[in-house]
């Protein structure tokens, strides 16, 4: 692919390690460009590096806003100013609603810390730790309304060898490699989307 790189937004929530790979990995190729964080939790550690990064922000809190269909007109004009073609969710602890949805239909990601459709929502993977499961992994899927019930576009598994840390770092070293590449793959065409 030749040409100005894609702007992407990258939707987060927490600490922000995704989105920190996702904004290192974006000069390998370049097929992509973060140009803009969009974070429901103002305090969050993402913002902050987003910051040093040089990327724009966009933070709110949902109790700001009467209801979902509000907030996500809010963002979609942020979207829309900073003409982001892909939507790429990298620990946003929220559900995506229809106005997103219809808008940015077949481009929204979301990167999960279990072999879907095992241990959807929170705390995957201590779900996978109590299920005394010995492999776990990664998945990268497409998002639809359900909570993680999209199509699934790549999984990796991952051996659940030691603690929680350990697992956390494990699958965590996965998923900095896995969703850069798979989101570039999906840019580039060379993924179904």
């Known amino acids: 692919m ?16 995704n989105f920190e790979a996702l904004v290192e990995r974006a000069g390998e190729g370049p097929t992509y460009n973060v140009s803009l964080l969009v974070c429901d939790q103002p305090e969050a550690a993402v913002i902050e590096k987003a910051r040093r ?12 806003y009467p209801d979902k269909a509000t907030f996500e007109s809010e963002i979609l004009q942020k979207l829309r100013d900073k003409s982001i073609e892909w939507c790429v ?25 279990s072999l879907l459709p095992a241990f959807p929502g929170k705390d995957a993977i ?56 798979v989101v570039k793959q999906c840019i580039k065409g060379e993924k179904a989307t």
């Open 89 to 113: 969710l990298a620990g946003y602890m929220r559900l995506i609603g229809p106005t997103l949805l219809r808008a940015y239909e077949g481009k929204i990601f979301n990167i999960h810390p």
């Open 53 to 64: 990064f040089g990327i724009d922000v966009f933070s709110f809190r949902s109790k700001d």
């Open 2 to 17: 030749m040409g100005e790189p894609i702007p992407i937004a990258v939707f987060a929530s927490g600490s922000g390690s």
């Open 126 to 181: 201590g779900q996978a730790l109590d299920a005394k499961v010995k492999v776990t992994g990664v998945t990268v899927h497409f998002v639809d309304e359900g909570m993680d019930t999209g199509p699934i576009i790549e999984q990796i598994p991952v051996r659940i060898e030691g603690d929680r840390t350990r697992l956390q770092h494990d699958i965590q070293r996965v998923e900095h490699d896995l969703y850069p590449t």
